[in-house]
Structure formats: C-alpha cells, structure tokens
C-alpha cells in the first residue's frame, strides 16, 4: 500500500531498518528469515553509461578490475540518435567476453518505432532484452513496443509499485524492482508475487546507492530472473559494508538482519 505524502525513500529506509532489526533480534540473516539463499540466484550485471564507443570500451575495462564480471548493461537512449546508441555498442563489441549476458536500458528514450527496429537490431547482436525503451507515461507506447519487439522488453520507471503490475501485465515480459522507487522490501517482495501470478519476469535494481540499500536488495537476489545491483562497486570509499561480489555473483553475508556492518 501507497502512503500518500512520504516519499518513497524515506519508507524504504524505515522499511529495511524493520527488516533488520527483526533478523537482530532473532539472530538470524534476513535472508534465512525468508527462506532464501545467501546467493543470488543470477550474476549481477554492471552499467556502461551513454558515451562515445571508445570511452565504453575504457569503462568495460575499469570494471574488468574487480575479477570475474557474467552480465553487462548498456544504457542508451538519451541522445534520440539511434545510430549514436547504435555505434556505441559496435564499440562494446570488440572488448566484451564472448558469453556475458547483455542487456539494454533506454531510459525512455525511444520512440515506438525506434524501439521496434532496436530491438531486432540488438536481438541479432546477442541482447537479451531492453528496458524501458519508452516514456515512462506512455503505457500504450510501452503496450506497443512489446507487441512488436524482436526481444523481452522490461518496465521501470513505469512500474513503482505492486499496485502497477496489474495495467502493465500485458505491455512487458517483466518489471524491475527497486527497494527507493517501490518504498522497501516488503513492497519488493508483494512485487515478486505479483508479477509471478501474472507472468513476468522480475529484476533487482538500484539507483547511486551505497552497499547497505543493495544488499538489502541482494535479501531476495533468490527469488528474481535477472540482478543489476552495481552502484556501490563504482564507490572509493563506501562508509558500510555488506554483501560482497564472487565470482560474478552478489552474496550476503551471514550475520543477523541485513548484514551491514560499517567500513
């Protein structure tokens, strides 16, 4: 449920230290309270922001740092030029490992029949869906672009809450879940259930946050299809720590409640 006037930050934040606060007091991970692993069931993916091609490739390499790396997102869309998106992910190509999973974010960036043809010209390139390719407000675009796409197309920014999933059900194949868009875990996991019962697939994503909002996230990294939580690996100097990447994968910890301990 939606409290009106709170801003949905603010009752994440409340949300998560409930959360941890209840794993505390039984001396147990909130991930075992829920019956879930202390490993995401899929890799995360990290971010290459909209750049020229060969600044992408320089990213790719950074993150080619932290070790073993099994899924990449490549944000596109904010220049209205798909040819610039386009030339891009030409540039991507010639660095990324054969095999990592690859996904698209478009920000809302595209027109309907942008989104169309982007989707079979990436879906021939390995890309294994898109998200948001359309104006967060334009549901009948969204509806459109999934009719028509060449790959599975995923909600966002139009899809904050369970109360969403119902209208976008046929406009998507899935809808990415964020703990500061939707107001917390509990809304997060009533999300899960609710896109289950209609069909779609589900991701776990996150905005510039530090490892504590992630790896609250990571709690239910057992329960979704595709991971995205990366902010808090492009950090120097993260006050928390908590879940830890492995071999291309999140995992939490097993101390009691989230995990967080400070730096």
Partial sequence: MVQEGIASSVRS??????WDWVGKVGGIPTWRMLGLSSRSRVPTSVTIGIQSAESAKGRWMQWMELGTL??????MGSSGVIEADQAMYRGLEEVLPEGIHRSVDANGGWSVEEAIAMSYWLGERGVDHIEQPTHPDDIEGLRAVHRGAGIPIMADES????????????????????????????????????????GLRVMLGCYS?????????NQLGALVDYIDLDSHLNLRDDPYRGCHLEDGFLVNNHLPGLGVTHA
């Fill in 209 to 217: 946050q530090t490892v504590l909002g992630n790896t609250a996230a």
């Fill in 70 to 75: 099994r899924a990449v997102k490549v944000k």
């Fill in 159 to 198: 899809c904050r809450t369970s109360e969403d999933i119902p209208r976008l059900s046929e406009c998507c194949s899935g809808i990415n879940i964020k703990l500061l868009k939707c107001g917390g875990m509990s809304e997060a996991l009533r999300m899960v259930h609710t896109a289950r019962s209609h």
């Fill in 13 to 18: 934040g409340i949300d998560m230290a409930l």
